[in-house]
């Protein structure tokens, strides 16, 4: 996901420059009063999404404290060029979760408090390249008030489709694998998170969570926090299966420190880590959650299951 996310700041960065520099407007804000969206997602399609980024100032600096009003832009939609989507965004607390191995072997951990913006149920109804335009309210930052991102819009998005059936898949549970360290790096494991495969939770047709994510070999820096809040949110409702698939081959990750996608995370088609999806009691996807996302996030889409 690190990956996929400095792609996008190298095309931010470009682009912006091309943008701000062809300008001939003399009343734009200056660059240095521009901030840039990070980009949280990558799987975005045709149909609903969720929209999530972070802000960043021109120097580099996260913006945690912003009101912040989107609109996304065709870049190319000649025939409706006024044609644009207005949304506000809510502001959700994460925590992310990095480290560094220091000489005697010991890891140590550092824990960075950041504000995520998310749009929901943003309805794109044209592929191709979109702008998102930012307008900002920010205390620290007065000085800023606006922003900018670009996305890309795909015809179909890669994991399976919002309002779709999901993969029957067999993740490991406490039932095949008693020794819950074999098939979780959660560091104090839930045991209510590995009762059900996937098969087995669709077969009972109760609202089901099922969460892609591993905490000791996450690449995004973000898998800690999310199972937490999963880890969380099973506490809080007994009505709804939650399952934690951890995405990456956990003996050949541990064994030769190489990373391979478990046959679950193939089935699933999920491009990064971590992801969770939704699931209502007829069995069909009606949300879903790339990258970090917050408790309260999660017990409020809970709430609409």
């Not at 890309?152 to 399976?160: F, G, L, R, S």
């Not at 591993?214 to 969380?232: K, L």
């Amino acid at each position: 996901m690190l990956h996929n996310i400095n792609k996008i700041v190298c095309t931010i960065l470009i682009l912006s420059s091309l943008t701000f520099g062809c300008s001939g407007e003399n009343n734009s804000p200056s660059n240095n009063k521009i901030a840039s969206g990070l980009i949280t997602v990558s799987d975005i399609g045709l149909g609903p999404n969720r929209i999530a980024f972070k802000l960043l100032t021109p120097d580099g600096n996260l913006i945690n404290d912003a009101y912040t009003k989107v609109s996304f832009t065709h870049l190319q939609d000649k025939e409706n060029p006024n044609n644009v989507i207005q949304h506000e965004t809510s502001m959700y607390s994460i925590i992310s979760n990095s480290g560094h191995n220091h000489p005697d072997g010991a890891i140590h951990s550092h824990l960075e408090k950041s504000t995520l913006y998310v749009a929901s149920k943003i309805y794109f109804s044209k592929p191709g390249f979109w702008k998102v335009s930012l307008w900002i309210k920010s205390k620290k930052y007065p000085e800023i008030v606006e922003g900018n991102m670009f996305i890309t819009v795909n015809e179909a998005t890669i994991t399976p489709e919002i309002g779709s059936r999901p993969p029957f898949t067999n993740n490991p549970t406490i039932a095949t694998n008693p020794d819950l360290t074999q098939i979780s790096t959660l560091k104090t494991i839930n045991k209510n998170l590995y009762q059900f495969t996937v098969e087995e939770a669709l077969k009972l047709s109760r609202p089901t969570i099922i969460a892609f994510s591993s905490p000791n070999f996450c690449q995004s820096m973000a898998c800690s926090s999310v199972t937490e809040s999963i880890n969380e949110a099973s506490k809080l409702n007994n009505k709804i299966i939650f399952i934690h698939v951890e995405p990456w081959n956990l003996n050949t990750a541990r064994e030769i420190g190489k990373l391979e996608w478990t046959k679950q995370a193939l089935a699933w088609k999920i491009p990064t880590e971590p992801w969770v999806f939704l699931i209502n009691d007829n069995g069909n996807i009606v949300h879903k959650i790339e990258g970090p996302v917050s408790l309260e996030e999660l017990i409020f889409i809970i709430g609409t299951l």
